[in-house]
T-cell receptor
Framework: GQQLNQSPQSMFIQEGEDVSMNCTSS?????WLWYKQDPGEGPVLLIA?????ELTSNGRLTAQFGITRKDSFLNISASIPSDVGIYFC???????????FGDGTTLTVKP | SAVISQKPSRDICQRGTSLTIQCQVD?????MFWYRQQPGQSLTLIAT?????????ESGFVIDKFPISRPNLTFSTLTVSNMSPEDSSIYLC?????????????FGPGTRLTVL
């Protein structure tokens, strides 16, 4: 089946620093989604990307849909303590809504 | 975005018993899904809950173990049958409106299941 390789697995950064994480796949996806999951909660959608090359921002978050449709990255600028959590990328092939998830990047922000 | 609630939020169950998890959405949605998230792991799709017909299961998941109902466009249940400790996971309901141009998929808060 399809697999997403998400990196890094974990990050420990200082408050105010920028963060970058990415997902790669051997398969093409037509939609990329980025989620954040807090402990004890379900994943919350941060950004959705629909076109190859698309660059989308949501506040301090910026994500891009790779030109090859096999990768995506998420950047967080000027990190704050509430950015702590697990970030997942997810890819969809069709409009059927079934997502393949990456293994997650655990972000720790030190005040 | 849709507001999704799940019941129960958590449970501790004995081996060999079954638990039914409910998912309620505040609006009609086209697609409903059930995912499993094992401790420290990513999310794995169990099945697509189809309204008025049998669910579509992913490889490795079967109806006898995870029977699913979806009587209408706002409600679904997932049963974890004949549980074993390996079934200890977070079970997440997810929805998407495929009629929209945008494939935005939303998740409920999850049901944290511990099997002893």
């Amino acid at each position: 089946g399809q697999q997403l390789n998400q990196s890094p697995q974990s990050m420990f950064i200082q408050e105010g620093e920028d963060v970058s994480m990415n997902c790669t796949s051997s398969s093409i996806f037509n939609t990329w989604l980025w989620y954040k999951q807090d402990p004890g909660e379900g994943p919350v959608l941060l950004i959705a990307l629909y076109k190859a090359g698309e660059l989308t921002s949501n506040g301090r978050l910026t994500a891009q849909f790779g030109i090859t449709r096999k990768d995506s990255f998420l950047n967080i600028s000027a990190s704050i303590p509430s950015d702590v959590g697990i970030y997942f990328c997810a890819g969809q092939v069709t409009n059927a809504g079934k997502s393949t998830f990456g293994d997650g990047t655990t972000l720790t922000v030190k005040p | 975005s849709a507001v999704i609630s799940q019941k129960p939020s958590r449970d501790i169950c004995q081996r060999g018993t079954s638990l039914t998890i409910q998912c309620q959405v505040d609006s009609q949605v086209t697609m409903m899904f059930w995912y499993r998230q094992q401790p420290g792991q990513s999310l794995t799709l169990i099945a697509t809950a189809n309204q008025g017909s049998e669910a579509t299961y992913e490889s490795g998941f079967v109806i006898d173990k995870f029977p699913i109902s979806r009587p209408n466009l706002t409600f679904s249940t997932l049963t974890v049958s004949n549980m074993s400790p390996e079934d200890s996971s977070i079970y997440l309901c997810s929805v998407e409106n495929s009629g929209s141009s945008y494939n935005e998929q939303f998740f409920g808060p999850g049901t944290r299941l511990t099997v002893l």
